[in-house]
């Protein structure tokens, strides 16, 4: 009785997982190693039968993994190899549409050569592909993207070896032939670049009364530059009972409240949406009252003061958090003897003191400058009681 058969077909009964090598299934057991804590499924044991090349690859729970080395044989009842989780995923473009995505491991990563915050062209990494008829199309100079767009990377070097190839690449600067939004290196070498849209609002906060409207200013941009005739936009209201717009970009303010408006353009030609959006806050409107002299009038049109008296009067005016106040005086022929007049504009105020014992009035003037409201205050300078 074979105990190690036996324990390992039990082990495959219960344990196994099933994967595809080129075209063929196997079914295997995934173990962990200490050199592979952080990458699962490190170990893989096959039946003997079953000759798994170095170099193969397989996709198990969406991942890809390369079979890099077929350990020393134990025994006559199992295989055992070294598998690691790809990494990356490379795109390359050989032609018109003809682009290749290749699962790959990225290791010996030098660092990179830095100066403050900028990062120079200048680390260098080796990648593992599974040997096969598209491995083999790569060459050197050849450029990729893989992980980040910011830079690129450019093969230096290429090496066959157990079914794997070894390319060593160092970094290399983005091109304006880069896709670098797909991650595809010089695909416009080879294919035509799609124009680029971009829709931009120019306000980016909208501030209305209940009841106003505004209407906003919206362009297309294609490559950069504003379309002469702006294409219609699509809008969208986060909260339709706060602001509606029309189709003249045109905001209604309808209740007091906060939403977004996003206006879309659809590039009909590769089914692109593009948007903006401005915030909108919608206010009730400022009730703003008409000036308020105090004290009032002790009389229908005038305030009347006695010989010696001296009375502060104070402008208000309601819906004005910070009125602007300018006073002005009309003596009306008053004898400057007759009177004292202090006037404070920044508070809003007029003292006047009464120095003689004759009828005669002062007049002022009231004018308010954010509302653009004015009036007139008659102060008479009385007699004695």
């Given at each position: ?71 020393t044989v134990e025994n006559t009842v199992y295989r055992k190899y070294e598998a690691i989780k790809c990494t990356q995923i490379i795109k390359m473009i050989y032609g018109v549409g003809d682009i290749v995505s290749y699962p790959v491991y990225m290791q010996d990563l030098s660092d990179a050569i830095s100066n403050g915050k900028i ?97 906003l200013t919206v362009s297309v941009l294609k490559d950069g530059t504003t379309m002469e005739t702006t294409p219609t936009i699509t809008w969208t209201v986060a909260d339709g009972s706060i602001a509606s717009i029309d189709s003249t970009n045109t905001i209604t303010a309808l209740k007091q409240g906060t939403t977004k408006i996003t ?123």
């Amino acid at each position: 009785m074979d105990t190690l058969a036996n324990v390992f077909q039990e082990s495959i009964n219960r344990e196994g997982k099933e994967i595809v090598i080129n075209g063929i299934n196997h079914t295997v057991l995934f173990r962990r190693t200490t050199k592979g804590e952080t990458t699962p499924y490190t170990l893989v044991f096959a039946p003997y039968s079953d000759s798994i090349k170095q170099g193969a690859s397989f996709t198990i729970n969406g991942d890809t993994y390369l079979i890099i080395k077929e350990n020393t044989v134990e025994n006559t009842v199992y295989r055992k190899y070294e598998a690691i989780k790809c990494t990356q995923i490379i795109k390359m473009i050989y032609g018109v549409g003809d682009i290749v995505s290749y699962p790959v491991y990225m290791q010996d990563l030098s660092d990179a050569i830095s100066n403050g915050k900028i990062v120079t062209v200048a680390s260098t990494a080796e990648f593992l592909f599974t040997l096969n008829d598209n491995s083999k199309r790569l060459y050197v100079n050849q450029r990729f993207f893989c992980g980040y767009n910011g830079l690129a990377w450019k093969i230096t070097d290429i090496n066959y070896k157990d079914g794997i190839a070894y390319v060593y690449a160092e970094r290399n600067a983005t091109l304006e032939t880069d896709d670098k939004i797909n991650g595809i290196a010089d695909r416009w070498s080879y294919e035509t670049k799609p124009a680029t849209y971009k829709v931009v609002i120019s306000e980016d906060n909208v501030n209305l009364d209940v009841a106003k409207t505004q209407t906003l200013t919206v362009s297309v941009l294609k490559d950069g530059t504003t379309m002469e005739t702006t294409p219609t936009i699509t809008w969208t209201v986060a909260d339709g009972s706060i602001a509606s717009i029309d189709s003249t970009n045109t905001i209604t303010a309808l209740k007091q409240g906060t939403t977004k408006i996003t206006g879309s353009y659809h590039v009909t030609d590769d089914d692109t949406v593009i948007t903006d959006s401005v915030n909108v806050t919608v206010t009730q409107p400022v009730v703003i009252g008409n000036i308020v002299i105090t004290p009032k009038y002790n009389s229908s049109t005038y305030y009347s003061t006695l010989y010696g008296q001296a009375i502060t009067f104070t402008a208000s005016i309601s819906g004005i958090t910070s009125p602007v106040w300018t006073i002005t005086l009309n003596t009306n022929g008053v004898a400057s003897t007759a009177y004292t007049s202090v006037i404070t504009n920044s508070a809003g105020t007029f003292k006047v003191t009464n120095k003689a014992q004759a009828s005669n009035y002062l007049i002022y003037t009231i004018a308010e400058a954010v509302s653009g409201k004015s009036t007139t205050y008659s102060v008479k300078l009385g007699g004695v009681l």
